[in-house]
C-alpha cells in the first residue's frame, strides 16, 4: 500500500465501522434487555438491508470502473448488483427469524461474490480484508439477533413475573370458578 492510499484505506476502514455501530447498538440492545426483542426487530431488519443494497451498488460502481472487462462482465456485474437489494426487499417482507436467516445468507454469498470478483479483476487489494471485517461485523450482530429471537414476544410477558412465583399468585391464577 502506498503512502497515497493510506488515507484511503483508513478512512474506509473507519466510515465502515461506523456504518456498523447501528448493528451492534440493536443487536447489543437486544442482548442485554430482552424486553427489547421487538422494538429493535424491524429497525434492525431495516437496516441490514439498506447496507445489503448499498453492498450490491458497489458493484455497480465497480462495472463502470474496471477497465479490462468486456462489455458482457460488465453487464453480468451491473444486473448481479440488483440482486441485494431484490434480497433485502424481500427480508423486509418475511416473517421473523427468516428475515434475519436470509440477510445473513445474502451478505455471505455477496461476499463469496466479491471474492470471484477479486480473483478476476483488478480491485484494491484492502477491499476483501475490509469487506470481511464488515461482513462479519453485521452477520455476527444480525445473528446475535436471531439467537435471541428479535422480533418475538419475550417469554415473560410482564417485567416482574419469572413464570417461577408459587402458583398461588393471584395476579397467575386464571378467574375461579365455583361449582
Same mark, same amino acid.
Given at each position: 500500500? *502506498?503512502?497515497?492510499?493510506?488515507?484511503?484505506?483508513?478512512?474506509?476502514?473507519?466510515?465502515?465501522?461506523?456504518?456498523?455501530?447501528?448493528?451492534?447498538?440493536?443487536?447489543?440492545?437486544?442482548?442485554?434487555?430482552? @424486553?427489547? @426483542? #421487538?422494538?429493535?426487530?424491524?429497525?434492525?431488519?431495516?437496516?441490514?438491508?439498506? +447496507?445489503?443494497?448499498?453492498?450490491?451498488?458497489?458493484?455497480?460502481? +465497480?462495472?463502470?470502473?474496471?477497465?479490462?472487462?468486456?462489455?458482457?462482465?460488465?453487464?453480468?456485474?451491473?444486473?448481479?448488483?440488483?440482486?441485494? $437489494?431484490?434480497?433485502?426487499?424481500?427480508?423486509?417482507?418475511?416473517?421473523?427469524? *427468516?428475515?434475519?436467516?436470509?440477510?445473513?445468507?445474502?451478505?455471505?454469498?455477496?461476499?463469496?461474490?466479491?471474492?470471484?470478483?477479486? #480473483?478476476?479483476?483488478?480491485?484494491? @487489494?484492502?477491499?476483501?480484508?475490509?469487506? +470481511?471485517? #464488515?461482513?462479519?461485523?453485521?452477520?455476527? *450482530?444480525?445473528?446475535?439477533? #436471531?439467537?435471541?429471537?428479535?422480533? @418475538?414476544?419475550?417469554?415473560?410477558?410482564?417485567?416482574?413475573?419469572?413464570?417461577?412465583? $408459587?402458583? *398461588?399468585?393471584?395476579?397467575?391464577?386464571?378467574?375461579?370458578?365455583?361449582?
Amino acid at each position: 500500500m *502506498s503512502a497515497r492510499t493510506q488515507p484511503l484505506v483508513t478512512s474506509a476502514l473507519w466510515l465502515g465501522i461506523a456504518g456498523l455501530l447501528p448493528f451492534f447498538f440493536l443487536a447489543g440492545a437486544a442482548l442485554i434487555d430482552p @424486553r427489547l @426483542r #421487538l422494538a429493535v426487530h424491524m429497525p434492525l431488519v431495516a437496516y441490514g438491508a439498506v +447496507i445489503l443494497a448499498f453492498v450490491g451498488a458497489l458493484h455497480w460502481g +465497480i462495472a463502470m470502473m474496471l477497465p479490462n472487462a468486456s462489455n458482457g462482465q460488465r453487464i453480468f456485474l451491473m444486473a448481479w448488483s440488483v440482486v441485494p $437489494a431484490l434480497l433485502a426487499w424481500a427480508a423486509v417482507l418475511l416473517p421473523a427469524g *427468516s428475515d434475519l436467516a436470509l440477510l445473513i445468507a445474502a451478505f455471505w454469498v455477496h461476499f463469496a461474490f466479491d471474492y470471484q470478483l477479486a #480473483l478476476q479483476q483488478p480491485v484494491p @487489494r484492502w477491499y476483501l480484508p475490509l469487506r +470481511i471485517v #464488515l461482513t462479519l461485523g453485521a452477520t455476527l *450482530s444480525l445473528a446475535a439477533a #436471531l439467537a435471541v429471537g428479535t422480533g @418475538r414476544e419475550p417469554a415473560s410477558p410482564h417485567p416482574f413475573f419469572t413464570d417461577t412465583e $408459587a402458583p *398461588s399468585c393471584p395476579a397467575l391464577r386464571g378467574p375461579e370458578v365455583e361449582i
